[in-house]
């Protein structure tokens, strides 16, 4: 069964303790991926939910003015549910969920993350997947006073889900998946734009395996001599 990107989500608020939107997911074999940027670097993430349920943190990244994360969650509620994003304390924050069909039903196989200094316009890092055709789903981010991509550039195979802009009280925030990825090992996401935004910035990625196929049930007949 292939990995299929299935839907995508986004919001934004400035002062918050707390983001909450909507996402609809549907199909079999679901996982739910959520990358979170808090604006600034006095507060953290204190959790995820989707449709109530806890969602697990795989990776987090801190650069000079911003804070990134993200979040998983297999076998997530079919329909129209709400991503609730929780921080310690009033602060900006970003969210971006995208939903996967045909993935394995356990947490992530492999994360990494990496960052841009202030001025320097693309971040690039790798991460090492661990089974043929797992997707990775990466979330990049800016922080105060950062409003404009401009034109942004993936790397390659790259395929932007969502992404928030123009807020300089809450920075901005791309998510983007790749795959299939064959054959397994490290590899390389990408990302570089044109825009008025030059402060550092953080990306962090995780991978998620394809979900095994179903096995192939056969009816023995007898053999007669």
Known sequence: ????????????ASAVTSLTFAHSSSGSNRVLLVGAHLQGTAQTVTGV??????????VTRTAANTVGYVFSLSAPSAGSNNVVISASGATGINGISVSL???????????????????????????????????IFN????????????????????????????????????????????????????????????????????????AAAAAVRRRAFPIWL
């Open 101 to 135: 069909t045909g993935a394995t039903q356990s947490t992530a196989e492999a994360t990494n993350s990496g960052q841009n200094s202030a001025g320097v316009k693309s971040v690039s890092y790798s991460v090492v997947t661990v089974t043929d055709n797992a997707w």
């Open 139 to 210: 979330f990049w981010s800016a922080g105060f006073g950062d409003t404009d991509f401009g034109v942004d550039t993936l790397g390659a195979s790259q395929i932007k889900r969502e992404e928030t802009d123009g807020d300089p009280q809450v920075g901005l925030s791309i998510g983007d998946t790749k795959g299939p990825i064959t054959p397994a090992g490290a590899s390389t996401v990408s990302v570089s734009w044109d825009g008025a935004n030059s402060g550092a910035g953080n990306v962090q990625g995780c991978s998620v395996a394809m």
């Open 49 to 58: 939910t989707y449709n109530s349920v806890a969602m697990t943190q795989e």
């Open 1 to 12: 069964m292939a990995i299929v990107f299935n839907a995508s989500a986004k919001s934004k």
